[in-house]
């Protein structure tokens, strides 16, 4: 008979798979990566790109040359054969870490504040789940269990947030962000402009590094940034260079969503370290520095409409919310999987993921959104409810929950690798009623 692991063990396998969570990442990209800056199929990508861009710009203000381009760039993601293993290591490490935090469930005793908001998250999602299942939908089932896998590590992780697993994550996300700084240079002078911007009076392309949207690779400079503050244990000389690098991806990346959460977690650090009279300062001081902030942006970023895709996000879940859902629906949840990236990636063309033309099937561009569809307003305040309760008792990791409380606003973070382990470790570490120790 096999020996349950024991919580020295799980956190020790846990830390061997910290390196393969950078791997994952790195390798996730690695291919559209490569064909983006032409060091991969570029007779098939590179090239033609480059000649429909040309083609589309005597051509101004067509709509269809418009959506040429966006669906050639969507088939830069298509994968075949061997390829497809690059992508689902990210899926194989993110699925082994869950599996390790359930196998130490047996030993995990959460607050009661957070037992009820799991409880109440899991009766939710488990009954769509299985409402999904009698209806044939098992790729929604899928899709849905991959995206809930955070809070199911925030609830069984306890045993294995370890401060050494916690060390040993910052350590190898910083490694994965120097790795995309790196990889920064030969995007800027040599990637397909799929993503543009205007620096310094010259349009060039936005990084996305190995994570293939602006805002995923912005998000996750911002969250390691926070990380290497709050778990790393780093040298000031050492958190200095990293923050260099942090500002020079972000100014490259010009991801609006990840300047605002870089400000809110670099906020929440520096309160933190200031005494009474210069905490009334920094409060005194937010409101007009954000706004500043905020109107700067489009300088920012070099993106003069950047305040144009926050409202391009609300909109369309508003619109959807309204025509399709009944209040049944708004308060519980339509149906698991519904509006995650992975259930319409699996079940729609390459035209349909670029014109969006099912609209019984809408894209979760944030948390909040794929949170509405599946589990309802009730589940999304149950899940925002956990996030909160973390804030409270995790002082000391306040920049991280920050960080990722900001991002998931404008992105769906518990699809994004490894943010989704960052936020499923940060709320298991957060409900640990100790220091866990190793």
């Not at 393969?20 to 996730?28: M, R, T």
């Not at 030993?107 to 009698?134: M, W």
């Not at 910052?170 to 911007?197: D, I, R």
Request: charged share 15%.
């Amino acid at each position: 008979m096999l020996r349950p692991i024991s919580p020295s063990d799980a956190q020790r396998v846990a830390r061997t798979f910290m390196p393969l969570v950078g791997l994952a990442a790195v390798l996730g990209g690695s291919v559209f990566w490569a064909r983006r800056v032409g060091l991969l199929d570029p007779e098939t990508y590179w090239g033609p790109y480059t000649a429909l861009v040309r083609a589309a710009e005597g051509r101004r203000g067509d709509f269809d040359a418009y959506f040429e381009i966006l669906r050639f760039g969507s088939s830069l993601h298509q994968l075949d054969g061997a390829l497809w293993l690059t992508k689902l290591a990210k899926e194989a490490v993110w699925l082994a870490l869950v599996l390790l935090a359930l196998s130490q469930v047996g030993r995990v005793r959460l607050p009661r504040a957070f037992t009820a908001i799991y409880l109440g998250l899991f009766a939710l999602s488990g009954g769509s789940a299985i409402s999904a299942l009698l209806h044939g939908r098992w790729i929604d089932v899928l899709a849905g269990g991959r995206v809930f896998g955070s809070w199911v590590l925030g609830a069984s992780g306890t045993a294995i947030v370890s401060k050494g697993v916690l060390h040993v994550l910052a350590v190898v996300c910083a490694w994965t962000l120097v790795v995309q700084g790196l990889l920064a240079p030969f995007e800027v002078w040599n990637g397909l402009t799929m993503y543009s911007m205007e620096l310094f009076g010259t349009g060039i392309a936005r990084i996305v590094g190995t994570f293939n949207l602006p805002i995923s690779l912005g998000t996750f400079v911002v969250v390691t940034w926070a990380v290497a503050l709050c778990w790393g244990s780093f040298s000031r000389r050492t958190m200095a260079w990293l923050t260099a690098l942090v500002l020079a991806l972000l100014v490259l990346n010009a991801s609006a969503t990840a300047w605002v959460s870089f400000g809110a977690a670099a906020v929440v650090r520096w309160r933190g370290r200031l005494g009474e009279r210069g905490r009334v300062t920094l409060l005194l001081s937010v409101m007009p520095i954000g706004i500043l902030l905020w109107l700067g942006l489009p300088t920012l970023t070099g993106r003069p409409d950047i305040h144009d895709s926050l409202w391009g996000r609300i909109q369309p879940v508003h619109e959807y919310a309204v025509d399709h859902l009944s209040p049944t629906e708004i308060a519980f949840g339509r149906s698991f999987g519904l509006g995650t990236n992975a259930s319409w990636t699996m079940t729609h063309s390459a035209e349909a993921l670029q014109r969006q033309v099912v609209p019984d099937r809408p894209v979760g561009d944030s948390m909040p959104a794929t949170l509405l569809w599946q589990v309802g307003l009730i589940g999304l305040v149950l899940a925002y409810g956990a996030c909160g309760l973390a804030l409270q008792r995790d002082a000391s990791a306040q920049p991280i929950g920050v960080a990722l409380l900001v991002a998931s606003l404008a992105v769906n973070i518990t699809e994004l690798f490894p943010v989704n382990l960052i936020l499923g470790l940060w709320l298991a570490h957060a409900a640990a009623e100790r220091e866990v120790p190793g």
